[in-house]
Every structure is written in C-alpha cells, then in structure tokens.
C-alpha cells in the first residue's frame, strides 16, 4: 500500500511537472507568433524623379563674319542674248552693319528699245539704289543664308530716242498710217522711286553665293520728254502707263570677309538622375 501511494505520488508529480513545461512552451511559442504577426511591413521606396540639369561645360560658340559683299546681275547680262532690244548690266554690294541688317545698293546701266502700239523708243541710261536689307532668315552653326526684305530709294539719269510714231487715225477707212520715222533724242531725263525688295541668297562654295529677288516700285519722280511718255526707265523698268513697276533679278555674289564677332549658343542638355 505504501509502495503504490508512493509510486502514485511520483507519477503525479511528473505529470505536473510536464504539464507545467508543456504551458511555458506554448505559450512562448504563441508569444513568439503573435510578435511575428505585429512585426510591421517594409514598404519598398520610391523612387526620386529624375533630375533636369544644365551642361555647362559645353557651350557652343558661333561666329559670325562681317564683310563685303560684291556680285552682279546674271539677267540682265545674259538677256542680250535673246533680246535683241535689251542691252544692261548691274553691280550689287551689301555691308553686313549688325546681325540681322545689312546695307544694299546696286548700280547699273541699261540700254532698252520699247515697241508701243504708237510709239517706238529707246531709253539709255545709269542708275543707282540704296537702302537696307533686313535678314528674316536663322542660320545653324557656320551657316550664312539669308532670305531678305529691304527698301530702296532709287534714281536714274536717262535718255530718250524717238525713233518713229504712228499718227492715230479714228476712221481707218483707207488702212493703218505708216509710221513717222523721227530718230530725235531728249537728254537730261531723270526719275526716282521707293521699292520694296524680296530675296533670298544661299551660300554654295566658299564665300560665294546665288540668290534672286523681286522688286516692287512706286514711282515718286519721273521727268518727261516733249510729247510723249517715259515707257521705260532704267533701273525702274516699264511704266506700264502709271507709277506702279516691278524687277527681277538672279545674282551671283562673292564676300569679302573684314573681321569676326563671336556669339554664345547656351544649350541645354538633360542627364541622368544623380545615384
């Protein structure tokens, strides 16, 4: 009996014992789970954005040359060859003064026959333009074209030749009069005008460029000779019977370099964001 109360005694003190352990394991074990459970979330950062900078160690550097620039009228030189009434010839030169203006002058002289329904007559003579050009075009780097508007003030001393006229007759009846051959010349005429000017000049070689332009006149002066009108003026072209004229020409110019001015490009460059 005391055997068995003892071995009972022992027993139950082992099973406390385990029971006791089993507690202190579970309930770390559930500690433990529930830290894990309350550990908070790493969030993933963000990114910055990207960084826009400005390059300054590279800055592009333009020159621009200032200069001469003389040339000549390739129409008009070459329009003797078809025309057998025009003979002509123009200079053209422009300074470059800033960036973007330019003084322009031509200088000229022509030799044209005009054959009216009533009239015929040659006018011989110089003329000379000045005034400004206005460079509307923007050149890249070491590029020299230019697309222009300018005005001009022009003025020409002349002659006139009356070579023959025909007598109008309102009653035909016995045909058209012959015409009267006079071959009388009027010296000392002059004429001055205002002219808008349109063109474009493209360098192709070196320091060598071809351009056109056009020329719309308002004539301001015109002095006539005795019974009859100015039909051709040179350096204003034809009167068309009224103050308005045009002119056209196709230039072939050389430049003559003076001296340089250089001007700063800043540019801006984007980089990749800094680490």
């Known amino acids: 009996m005391k055997h068995t109360l003892k071995h009972t005694f022992s027993l139950c003190f082992l099973l406390s014992m385990f029971l006791g352990y089993s507690q202190v394991v ?49 129409y008009k030189l070459t329009r003797a060859f078809y025309d057998k009434d025009y003979k002509g010839i123009e200079f053209t030169a422009d300074w470059r003064l800033t960036k973007k203006y330019y003084i322009a002058a031509e200088l000229g002289f022509e030799d044209k026959t005009t054959d009216d329904d009533r009239l015929n007559s040659t006018a011989t003579g110089t003329y000379i333009k000045g005034g400004f050009d206005y460079n509307l075009y923007d050149n890249w780097l070491d590029m020299e074209n230019l697309i222009t508007i300018g005005l ?3 003025f020409s001393s002349f002659s006139q030749d009356l070579n023959s006229y025909k007598i109008y007759n309102p009653n035909p009846y016995w045909g058209e009069q012959p015409a009267v051959s006079v ?28 351009g056109f332009g056009v020329q719309l006149k308002l004539l301001a002066m015109n002095n006539k000779p005795s019974g009859f009108d100015n039909l051709y003026i040179p350096g204003f072209n034809r009167t068309y ?35």
Do not use: C, M
């Open 183 to 210: 071959n009388q010349k009027y010296s000392g005429l002059s004429a001055a005008w205002l002219e808008v000017a349109l063109g474009v000049k493209a360098k192709v070689f070196n320091n060598v460029f071809v």
């Open 241 to 275: 019977d009224g103050s308005f004229g045009v002119g056209f020409n196709y230039t072939v110019s050389y430049f003559i370099p003076i001296y340089k001015k250089k001007t700063i490009v800043p540019e801006i460059i984007n980089q990749a964001p800094k680490k």
């Open 152 to 154: 001009r003030g022009g």
């Open 26 to 74: 579970i309930k770390d074990t559930i500690t433990v789970r529930d830290l894990d459970n309350q550990k908070p979330k790493t969030e993933t950062a963000k990114p910055k954005p990207a960084v826009k900078e400005i390059k300054k160690d590279s800055i592009p550097v333009k020159t621009d040359r200032y200069g001469l620039r003389v040339g000549v009228d390739l």
